[in-house]
């Protein structure tokens, strides 16, 4: 299994066997739109769906990578929240979303 994170920090990898977490850099601008989770040790931050989505998509192109929406869940995200969200990205990240939107890849 393997999880993404995002940071202002430096990246950084931890592997197991069976478990993987990259911790990938973000600006500080972008460092938002999450919400946080206590457990009995300790808390945690985690994303929107709209925003876990734009992250993703900014994190592929930073890389090279074209994002493929095909393989994609979009009912938890609100079509409307995405939009205004899109809107602090930059115009790369933007346009694969009005792509995606074109393509009705999200529900209305």
């Not at 066997?17 to 973000?26: L, Y």
């Not at 609100?78 to 890849?105: C, M, W």
Request: aromatic content about 14%; some cysteine; charged content about 25%.
């Amino acid at each position: 299994m393997a999880l993404t994170c995002v940071t202002t920090g430096k990246p950084k990898k931890y592997r197991t066997q069976e478990f993987s977490i990259t911790f990938r850099t973000i600006s500080k601008r972008l460092f938002w739109g999450f919400f946080e989770k206590q457990t009995r040790y300790s808390k945690y931050a985690i994303a929107e769906p709209e925003k876990a989505l734009l992250d993703w998509i900014y994190l592929c192109l930073q890389t090279g990578v074209t994002p493929s929406l095909d393989e994609i869940e979009f009912k938890p995200v609100n079509k409307q929240k995405l939009i205004k969200y899109a809107d602090k990205y930059p115009g790369t990240v933007r346009n694969v979303v009005t792509h995606s939107l074109a393509f009705e890849h999200f529900a209305a």
